[in-house]
């Protein structure tokens, strides 16, 4: 008779990557530490702090021009929808922005060159180049989509795909659901008014 802690049959899961983004950040912390230690050997302590300072600098002033950009489209988009109730009509869709000049990934950029580090400062840099921009555009689309169409039934995948049902001309089916269930107490009921 053996003692021992029982054994499962049930295939092991892999670990969750959120059990490793803790482990990542540490290991990005001692990284940029580390290179900021080695770019301070080379260059001196004040060249390093002039770069941190216009990394600071630049990222501000990213985050500044995309988001004005995002308050112009929005404000456009709302005098839109303004005009179009004063005259009647009903209000056209928003154009879709082009490729890659999204205001997401620019901001993102923004944070990371305001973040203190040499690599968040490359990296957002990187994210400022329009290709490089794109690349990663696509490539989130793509994995959200992914992500939408492997979403389990009446998760919230499931209820962004179904909130999204359109006509074939593009236009949004609007309508409310009627039920004509036999009610069980024939004796109405007052209106529910405060």
Known sequence: ???????STAPRRSPRPRTFVPLGIAAWLV???WLLGLVSQQLGGLAVLALLAGGFVLGVVVIKRAGRRAFKNLTSTF???QEAVQTGRPPTAPQPA????????TMLAGLLLIMPGLLSDVLGLLLL???VRA??????????????????????????QQARIHYPDGKIVQGEVIRE????????????TP
């Open 129 to 131: 180049l329009p290709p």
């Open 31 to 33: 990284l940029e530490i």
């Open 135 to 160: 690349l990663v555009s696509r490539r989130a689309e793509r994995t959200l989509q992914k992500k939408m169409a492997s979403a389990p039934a009446g998760s919230f995948g499931d209820a962004f």
């Open 98 to 105: 082009a490729k890659g000049s999204g205001n997401g990934l």
């Open 181 to 192: 269930d036999p009610s069980p107490d024939p004796t109405p009921r007052p209106p529910l």
């Open 79 to 81: 005098q839109q929808a």
């Open 1 to 7: 008779m053996t003692t021992g802690a029982p054994t």
